[in-house]
C-alpha cells in the first residue's frame, strides 16, 4: 500500500495514543512439590504416590473454582554413599511438581494453608494474572485510540484547524501483566513449607491489582490551517 505524503492542502499529524488501567486479577496460579524420600525405590515412589494423591485430592476439592491442573516434572533418583572402597545406593529420593490455577480466591488462603500442611509438601506462589481473553485488553486498546484521537485533535485545534481523516491507525503494543514493560508483580511470591505449620489458621491473601498497557500510532490528514 502506497503511504500517501503529506501537502499543503492536506497536512498530516501523527500521534502516539496510550491506554492504561488497573484491574483485579481474574486467575491466581501456584505451584506444589512433593517430595518423598526412601531406602529403597519402591518405598519412595509409594510414598510420593500417596502424598501427590493427597494433593490433588485437595485441589480437586475446590470445584469449579480450580481453573486447570497440571503435573509437571517428575524424579526418582538414588542417592549414593560410600561404602568401603566403592559406591553403594544409600537412599532414593522422589519429587513431583503440580501446578494449579484457580478462579476463585476465597478459600485460596485456606487452601495454601492446608497444602503446606502435608508431609514433605512445599507450596510456592500465588502468581496473580488475568486470562487471555480477558476484556480488560480490549479496554486498554480503547482507551489508547481514544487518547490518540484527542492528542491529534488539540494539535489541529492548536493550529486553528480540525482533522479531516484517519490515514493509519496501528498497533504499537499491548503490554500485559508479567512482562518485562509491566513489572506487575512486585516481590517475589511466597513459599510455604510444610515444617512448623501444624493447625496454623488460614492464610489472608490480597490479590495483587494488574496493570494493563496498550499503546496505539495514529496519523490523521487535517484541514489546511490559515497561518
Not at 500521534?15 to 512433593?34: S, W
Not at 476439592?61 to 554413599?81: F, R
Not at 515444617?195 to 488460614?202: S, T, Y
Amino acid at each position: 500500500m502506497t503511504q500517501e505524503h503529506a501537502t499543503p492542502e492536506a497536512p498530516q499529524v501523527t500521534v502516539r495514543g496510550e491506554g492504561r488501567l488497573e484491574v483485579d486479577p481474574e486467575l491466581a496460579r501456584i505451584g506444589v512439590t512433593v517430595s518423598a524420600r526412601g531406602t529403597d525405590r519402591p518405598t519412595a515412589l509409594a510414598d510420593l504416590t500417596r502424598r501427590n494423591t493427597r494433593v490433588l485430592d485437595l485441589l480437586k476439592a475446590q470445584g469449579n473454582a480450580l481453573g486447570s491442573l497440571e503435573t509437571g516434572s517428575l524424579s526418582i533418583a538414588p542417592e549414593l554413599g560410600r561404602r568401603g572402597r566403592g559406591e553403594r545406593v544409600q537412599s532414593y529420593r522422589g519429587r513431583v511438581r503440580v501446578t494449579a490455577e484457580l478462579t476463585d480466591f476465597t478459600a485460596l488462603g485456606e487452601l495454601v494453608t492446608r497444602l503446606a500442611d502435608l508431609e514433605l509438601t512445599s507450596v510456592d506462589g500465588p502468581w496473580w494474572a488475568l486470562r487471555p481473553d480477558s476484556s480488560a485488553y480490549a479496554e486498554a486498546r480503547r482507551l489508547a485510540v481514544t487518547e490518540a484521537v484527542q492528542r491529534a485533535r488539540a494539535y489541529a485545534e492548536a493550529l486553528g484547524t480540525s482533522l479531516a481523516s484517519l490515514l493509519e491507525l496501528s498497533d504499537a503494543g499491548l503490554v500485559a501483566p508479567g512482562t518485562p514493560m509491566a513489572p506487575v508483580f512486585a516481590g517475589a511470591p511466597a513459599a510455604f513449607a510444610a515444617e512448623g505449620v501444624g493447625e496454623a489458621p488460614a492464610l489472608d491473601l490480597e490479590p495483587q491489582r494488574q496493570t494493563v498497557t496498550a499503546e496505539v500510532v495514529a496519523r490523521f490528514t487535517m484541514r489546511p490551517p490559515a497561518l
